[in-house]
């Protein structure tokens, strides 16, 4: 990766070059280096394999550009240029941006910050120079402590099964590091901000296909420290749930009571709630809360917001990839919309919209502010040729009145804990809430108040309705957990909730 010092230094001397272009009005330039490293694990009893595959990396260093001429200034270009930051490339860049220039009656302008704070100290994070190594050790370790459990447990679950019948273990997953360096400056800013972050992410899944049984379990930090605390215990976790998971049963179609714990209520929050809860998407009158700003969307018990700089989060971040402060935005609070997720150019075109008022609701004279405009890459780095979107960063849902787990059961009474959830999105459109999912593991029934037998995996699909889930639910958990989402770039701390009348639909059954 390019050191800071390097970024800044470039954008600094292309500014200098761009504030020389006399047909510009406004331009904005940003630079960025990021990379992505995956230690894949792949585990297999009865084929040949390697356990821990060899690193992959996804890397980009580049530059994006984006323009305001100043003949018009609702006309506007961007482009950008991979590779290592040079004056060459910024006028191939200014090249195809002047080329791709349009008049967008909606476009106001470029991001500015009109008394611009004094940058505080960038947050030296012991990941963004972490060596490879780290990372093929905690995925051996992985590995090796998923090998340990299932040898504790194979005494007692195969004591009766010929010694040389394949047992068909399977341990996937991957310990990934994401990091990403960050410089801005352009003509609306006196000097050039920049930032840069690291976090990984871990994730393993356990089956045992002569038990039926598949198990997970994950963890994600912002330290060196958090990969040593968390990653090694994950294969004997996930294992020892496997084991637990054996023998399962198939529920029947119906509407059941469940308790929905923190990784099914993550993927519903992300793919429903926070797509919802921009200014995009209530400009385009797509929002799942169309005209209920200010309204009662949630149970009064649960509260939502994104937090940047949380001390308890993995993601950390003191900029936008717009060069704008990043901060703490309420979302939902004790169950009432209060805030947007937000970029400059929606935020600015939700607020002159003259439907505004229908799409808002009755507090149609709320400002949202733009500290939310991240260039997200498909590994949730930042880079420099994805365009500036309303991305979250870590997500927190938290509960008044939460009960632990054990009360929650006997709340419920009979009923599914589901535990884990796949292939979760949107039907009928986002506006509507209804959603879909596939119960994947990691789930049982509940009788009499107490954890029953496990189930089946991939043997439930959810048809639900957000509302189901939040507007009402029987009672939430006290405690918020991380968990992660495959694909997404925001890390989710949530608590588990349980809903009164969820749709399950019975899968692959016998007729």
Same mark, same amino acid.
Request: with cysteine.
């Given at each position: 990766m390019l050191r800071l010092s390097e970024l800044s230094t470039f954008v600094r001397v292309a500014t200098g070059a761009l504030r020389r272009e006399r047909d510009l009005g406004d331009f904005e330039i940003y630079c960025s280096s990021s990379e992505q490293i995956v230690a894949r694990l792949n585990y297999t009893s009865d084929i040949p394999c390697r356990g821990v595959e060899e690193l992959k990396s996804l890397a980009g260093d580049g530059i994006a550009l984006r323009i305001a001429m100043k003949r018009n200034p609702h006309e506007s270009g961007a482009a950008f240029e991979p590779g290592e930051p040079s004056l060459d490339a910024l006028r191939r860049c200014l090249e195809r941006a002047r080329n791709a220039s349009v008049v967008d009656p909606d476009f106001s302008g470029l991001p500015a910050i009109p008394r611009e704070p004094k940058p505080g100290p960038i947050e030296a994070n012991d990941l963004i120079a972490m060596r490879d190594g780290v990372l093929v050790q905690g995925a051996w370790s992985i590995i090796r402590g998923a090998l340990s459990s299932f040898r504790c447990g194979s005494a007692k679950a195969f004591r009766n099964a010929p010694k040389d019948e394949p047992r068909g273990l399977i341990i996937g997953g991957d310990l990934t590091l994401i990091r990403d360096r960050?410089?801005?400056?352009?003509?609306?800013?006196?000097?050039?901000?920049? !930032?840069?972050? *690291?976090?990984? #992410?871990?994730?393993?899944?356990?089956?045992?296909?002569?038990?039926?049984?598949?198990?997970?379990?994950?963890?994600?930090?912002?330290? #060196?420290?958090?990969?040593?605390?968390?990653?090694?215990?994950?294969?004997?976790?996930?294992?020892?749930?496997?084991?637990?998971?054996?023998?399962?049963?198939?529920?029947?179609?119906? %509407?059941?009571?469940?308790?929905?714990?923190?990784?099914?209520?993550?993927?519903?929050?992300?793919?429903?709630?926070?797509?919802?809860? %921009? %200014?995009?998407?209530?400009? %385009?009158?797509?929002? *799942?809360?169309?005209?209920?700003?200010?309204?009662?969307?949630?149970?009064?018990?649960?509260?939502?917001? !994104?937090?940047?700089?949380?001390?308890?989060?993995?993601?950390?971040?003191?900029?936008?990839?717009?060069?704008?402060?990043?901060?703490?935005?309420?979302?939902?609070?004790?169950? #009432?919309?209060?805030?947007?997720?937000?970029?400059?150019?929606?935020?600015?075109r939700l607020a002159a919209d003259e439907h505004r008022a229908n799409k808002l609701g009755a507090d149609a004279a709320v400002s949202f502010g733009a500290g939310n405009g991240f260039r997200i890459g498909e590994g949730g780095e930042r880079r420099f040729d994805a365009h500036p979107g309303s991305s979250g960063t870590n997500i927190f849902m938290r509960s008044r009145g939460g009960m632990d787990l054990k009360r929650m059961l006997a709340a419920v009474g009979d009923g599914i804990y589901i535990g884990r959830v796949w292939y979760t999105y949107p039907i009928n459109g986002q506006r509507a809430g209804d959603f879909t999912c596939t119960v994947s593991g990691d789930s049982y029934l509940i009788r009499n108040g107490k954890i029953g037998p496990p189930l089946v995996p991939n043997c439930l699909r959810i048809n639900g309705n957000i509302e189901q889930v939040f507007a009402h639910p029987i009672a939430v958990g006290a405690r918020a957990e991380p968990a992660i989402v495959w694909g997404s770039p925001e890390a989710y701390y949530v608590p588990a909730i349980a809903a009164e009348a969820i749709p399950l639909t019975a899968v692959g059954a016998d007729d």
């Open positions: 960050i410089a801005v400056g352009g003509s609306r800013f006196a000097a050039v901000r920049a !930032d840069q972050s *690291a976090h990984f #992410r871990a994730s393993v899944a356990v089956l045992i296909e002569a038990l039926e049984a598949k198990a997970t379990a994950s963890a994600l930090g912002g330290s #060196r420290a958090a990969i040593a605390r968390l990653v090694p215990r994950l294969g004997a976790d996930a294992m020892r749930r496997a084991f637990a998971l054996s023998g399962g049963e198939r529920a029947p179609s119906g %509407t059941w009571r469940v308790i929905l714990g923190p990784q099914p209520i993550a993927e519903i929050l992300n793919y429903m709630i926070v797509p919802s809860l %921009t %200014t995009g998407a209530f400009y %385009t009158a797509s929002s *799942a809360y169309h005209g209920r700003f200010g309204q009662p969307v949630m149970d009064e018990r649960l509260s939502l917001a !994104d937090d940047p700089c949380a001390s308890g989060g993995s993601v950390r971040r003191r900029i936008s990839c717009e060069g704008l402060p990043a901060a703490k935005v309420d979302l939902i609070r004790a169950g #009432r919309l209060v805030g947007l997720l937000s970029n400059h150019y929606d935020s600015r």
